[in-house]
């Protein structure tokens, strides 16, 4: 076989891999008991969670992310690299350790007081937000972070010397040259945050019709062999996934300048 | 006037120390240095970019180094042009007066102006993705110029274009410098481009201001070797000091057994070395039998040509004294050489006229310093 063969061949292969894992759950659609699954209204509230959470704690995670990406994109400061470091921790710990730390750290005195006189976390939604905004955060640091290093400091430099205020700069031209970056990484860390099962199970709980979100419902649903249950959530997943990829390839092709 | 007093930059490795610059008002000013001298550096640190370990800038009276680069109201066209590849042509041009809320009506006629001039009339609609590199350079050195600024800092600015169209867009700039007389820092290591289009230049060499001065002063009359050397002169000789003739007219300097004739107001005296650069388009070929002016019979050595390079508009010739073995370059004319009839291992003699002495490093050099 020759070399390009062989390359092109292995990519095949990825591609039937997963191709064939998905098309397997197939075989279970279509059922009586299918369509009585994904009517159910725990399984309903499980896809409006997962999709209301997730979209929230993308969100807040935006909100730090983006200008923290900024920041270790662009500046030299004390502690960069540790900062930079410590992003990966969530990448690397496993998500139920990320859990049981919350646990922990909500049985301290200062984890205490916020659950009594502010949020209530444990076994509760903002305990699935604050589970996946941990999980979220650094990934969309990272790639944001990555974005924004595509994009010539330069730039801003130019604005900035022709009179454009650093907020101005950042707004009129880091935000419209990264954008595409910025917003696929948007993307895929609010499907990183709707798929996030380990650290939101430890901390949140898996109550059906309260806290079980989809990857949680999937897991019960598999643990009470409800099979139909199982393969139309993971559809659901799949199919969200797909959307999200979409649309980052559609990001690729829009916002383009060169 | 742009002053630069005493900057000290420390910036990881780099470190430029007690750099002094003076920009007159309304000047196209080089800061001419070989490639990695820190002169970028320099530029950044001026717009603000970089904030200097110490010193001082003003511009136009005001100090500034404090100042963020927004308020410093100088323009900067990077090497790499930064056009902001969201923004068409127009907007591009016109960023500076939106983002300083200058009132455009005002600035229109010149902007205009300024368009015919670089001939951009038919590219504002256009995205920069959509212009040659020639174009981009025009519309960079528009965006910067465009909201008048005190001073536009250009870093490399003609570098990556193709001969033709480095030489147009040369024009075009000095075009608009005549007309509206902008004052322009312009960073480059291309010191033929200083050539044509500085009024004045400072020398930059190991992280040091080694010359300041017109384009004449420093090509004509480089003060040290180094500055020689940078410009890529030859014809630099070690020459040690021998004796003075009875009326003081004249000193008398040996270079490798030569005996070289010259007059003493180019350097303070004392001396007993000196760095002498003899200018390749003063050293004359003297014609055979054809009698010699008075003024030439000073400095007149045999020799030999060893090769000569056609340069297009002249010859550069290899010649060898035939004392001493010394090597000296000579540009003389393609005329000129056809007229001699010059050919390869000709034995001529040639002549050095006063103007083609100049000393480097000498002690009244370092005194202007």
């Given amino acids: 076989m020759s070399f390009r063969g062989a390359m092109i061949g292995a990519a095949f292969g990825i591609f039937l891999f997963y191709l064939v894992l998905i098309l397997s759950l197939f075989y279970f659609v279509g059922g009586k008991g299918f369509w009585e ?61 990320l859990g049981a730390s919350f646990l922990v750290f909500f049985n301290t005195p200062l984890g205490d007081l916020i659950q009594n006189k502010g949020i209530f976390f444990v076994f509760e939604i903002p305990g699935i937000i604050l589970a996946q905004f941990a999980t979220v955060a650094g990934l969309a640091t990272r790639l944001m972070k990555a974005s924004l290093d595509e994009i010539s400091p330069r730039y801003e430099a130019v604005a900035r010397s022709l009179g454009s205020s650093p907020w101005q700069t950042f707004y009129l031209i880091t935000l419209p040259l990264s954008f595409r970056g910025l917003l696929a990484s948007v993307i895929l860390s609010w499907a990183k945050a709707v798929g996030e099962f380990g650290a939101t199970v430890t901390l949140a709980g898996a109550m059906p019709g309260k806290t079980e ?28 996934g797909i959307i999200a990829l979409y649309g980052v390839r559609l990001t690729g092709k829009r916002f383009r300048y060169d | 006037m742009i002053k630069v007093e005493g900057l000290t930059i420390i910036l990881k490795s780099f470190k430029l120390f007690n750099i002094n610059l003076e920009i007159n008002q309304g000047d196209f000013h080089y800061l001419l240095g070989p490639t990695g001298s820190g002169k970028t550096l320099i530029l950044e ?14 511009i136009e009276g ?3 180094q404090n100042f963020s680069p927004e308020k410093r109201e100088i323009s900067y066209v990077p090497q790499d042009l930064a056009l902001f590849p969201h923004m068409k042509v127009k907007e591009n041009i016109l960023y500076g007066i939106r983002a300083r809320n200058l009132p455009l009506k005002d600035y229109e006629p010149y902007i205009n102006d300024l368009i015919s001039i670089m001939k951009l009339e038919g590219l504002l609609d256009r995205y920069p993705a959509r212009l040659s590199g020639g174009e981009k350079k025009r519309v ?10 005190k001073l536009l800092l250009l870093d490399e600015p003609f570098t990556g274009l193709d001969p033709g169209i480095k030489f147009e867009i040369q024009q075009l700039l000095k075009a608009i410098h005549d007309s509206f007389r902008p004052t322009i820092l312009c960073v480059t290591h291309d010191f ?31 003060k040290s070797k180094k500055v020689a050397q940078f410009l890529g002169l030859r014809n630099i000789y070690r020459a040690e000091f021998l004796k003075r003739d009875e009326n003081c007219q004249r000193h008398f300097w040996g270079l490798n057994g030569l005996l070289l004739s010259i007059p003493p107001d180019l350097y303070a005296g004392g001396d007993k070395e000196i760095d002498v650069f003899i200018r390749p388009e003063e050293v004359m070929i003297l014609r055979e039998g054809k009698p010699v002016k008075e003024s030439l019979k000073k400095n007149i050595f045999e020799g030999e040509i060893l090769d000569f390079i056609d340069k297009g508009g002249y010859r550069l010739i290899n010649f060898q004294t035939k004392e001493g073995k010394v090597n000296f370059e000579i540009n003389i004319p393609n005329y000129a050489f056809r007229n001699l009839e010059l050919w390869k291992g000709k034995k001529v003699k040639i002549a050095l006229r006063d103007e083609s002495f100049w000393v480097l490093n000498n002690q009244l050099n370092v005194k202007e310093n």
């Avoid at chain 1, 983006?66 to 990966?88: Q, T, V, W």
């Avoid at chain 1, 897991?219 to 659901?236: D, G, Q, R």
């Fill in chain 2, 45 to 58: 640190s001026i717009i603000g970019l970089h904030k200097p370990r110490k010193g001082k800038i003003w």
């Fill in chain 1, 37 to 97: 699954a994904l009517l159910n209204p725990y399984t309903l509230y499980s896809i409006r969670l997962s999709l209301t959470a997730a979209t929230l704690a993308t969100f807040l995670a935006i909100i730090i992310a983006l200008p923290s990406a900024y920041a270790l994109s662009r500046f030299d400061f004390r502690g960069k690299d540790l900062i930079d470091a410590f992003l990966e921790i969530p990448l690397i710990l496993s998500p139920i350790a």
């Fill in chain 2, 192 to 222: 033929e481009e200083a050539y044509s289009l500085a009024d004045r230049i400072t020398v930059f060499i190991d992280g040091k201001v080694e010359q300041v001065g017109t384009k004449e002063e420093i090509f004509l009359r480089p």
């Fill in chain 2, 62 to 64: 005001k100090q500034v």
């Fill in chain 2, 140 to 149: 960079a050195l528009l965006r910067g110029l465009a909201s008048k600024p």
């Fill in chain 1, 213 to 240: 979100t989809m990857p949680i419902a999937i897991f019960t649903a598999l643990a009470s062999a409800n099979i139909e249950k199982a393969v139309i959530l993971i559809l659901v997943l799949v199919l969200l």
